[in-house]
T-cell receptor, first 112, second 111 residues
Framework: KNQVEQSPQSLIILEGKNCTLQ??????????LRWYKQDTGRGPVSLTI?????NTKSNGRYTATLDADTKQSSLHITASQLSDSASYICVVSANSGYALNFGKGTSLLVTP | DVKVTQSSRYLVKRTGEKVFLECVQDMDHENMFWYRQDPGLGLRLIYF???????EKGDIPEGYSVSREKKERFSLILESASTNQTSMYLC??????????FGQGTRLTVV
C-alpha cells in the first residue's frame, strides 16, 4: 500500500531559527512530491512540487529536497517567522491512478 | 488566479439531515476530489472524479455520495448525516499528475 510518513508530528521553534521537516514515502511508481502549507481553518496551499529528476527546489525561505533513491524528502524553513506557524503536509503522487497520497502533516509552532 | 470555491465555510446540521457540500473550480481541471480532515488522521479521500459523470470511491466512501454533472462542479452528499461525520471537508481539483489546488474548507458540525 502506498504510504507517506512525516516527522516530527509537531515542532515548536523560536522565531528566527531554522527547522527541517521530514517525509518518507513508499509510493510507487513515483510521479511527483509536493509540500503544502495549511493554516488553521484553511485549505492547503502548495509550496513546492518536485519530480523524479529534481533534487532541490526553493520557494523563498522554504527549500525542499528529494532523494528518489531512498524515497525521502525534507522541507527546510530558514529564519522562521510567526506566520510560518501552520501544518505542513507532504503529498506524493504515483504514475498510475488519480488519488494523492497524503502524510498526516507536521504541526509547526513558531514562538516569539 | 486559480480558484476552488466551497459553498460554505461553516455548517451546522442535525442528525439524519441530507447535506450538500458544493465545490466549484474555474481552471477547467479534469480531476476533482473530496477529502475529510480529522485531527491525528490527516486528509482522507472520500471520492474523486476524473471526468463529468465519472466517480471513483476513495478510502472512506461509506455514508457519502457525489455528483459531477458539469466539469466545474463537484458535489458531496451526506445522505443522512451522523455525528461521526463532523469534520473539516476539503475539495480539490487538478490536472492529471499536476499539483492539486484546494478550496478553503467547510467545517461541518452534525448535532
Amino acid at each position: 500500500k502506498n504510504q507517506v510518513e512525516q516527522s516530527p508530528q509537531s515542532l515548536i521553534i523560536l522565531e528566527g531559527k531554522n527547522c527541517t521537516l521530514q517525509c518518507n514515502y513508499t509510493v510507487s511508481p513515483f510521479s511527483n512530491l509536493r509540500w503544502y502549507k495549511q493554516d488553521t481553518g484553511r485549505g492547503p496551499v502548495s509550496l513546492t512540487i518536485m519530480t523524479f529528476s529534481e533534487n532541490t527546489k526553493s520557494n523563498g525561505r522554504y527549500t525542499a529536497t528529494l532523494d528518489a533513491d531512498t524515497k525521502q524528502s525534507s522541507l527546510h524553513i530558514t529564519a522562521s517567522q510567526l506566520s510560518d506557524s501552520a501544518s505542513y503536509i507532504c503529498v506524493v503522487s504515483a504514475n498510475s491512478g488519480y488519488a494523492l497520497n497524503f502524510g498526516k502533516g507536521t504541526s509547526l509552532l513558531v514562538t516569539p | 488566479d486559480v480558484k476552488v470555491t466551497q459553498s460554505s465555510r461553516y455548517l451546522v446540521k442535525r442528525t439524519g439531515e441530507k447535506v450538500f457540500l458544493e465545490c466549484v473550480q474555474d481552471m477547467d481541471h479534469e480531476n476533482m476530489f473530496w477529502y475529510r480532515q480529522d485531527p491525528g488522521l490527516g486528509l482522507r479521500l472520500i471520492y474523486f472524479s476524473y471526468d463529468v459523470k465519472m466517480k471513483e470511491k476513495g478510502d472512506i466512501p461509506e455514508g457519502y455520495s457525489v455528483s459531477r454533472e458539469k466539469k466545474e462542479r463537484f458535489s458531496l452528499i451526506l445522505e443522512s448525516a451522523s455525528t461521526n461525520q463532523t469534520s473539516m471537508y476539503l475539495c480539490a481539483s487538478s490536472l492529471p499528475q499536476f499539483q492539486a489546488f484546494f478550496g478553503q474548507g467547510t467545517r461541518l458540525t452534525v448535532v
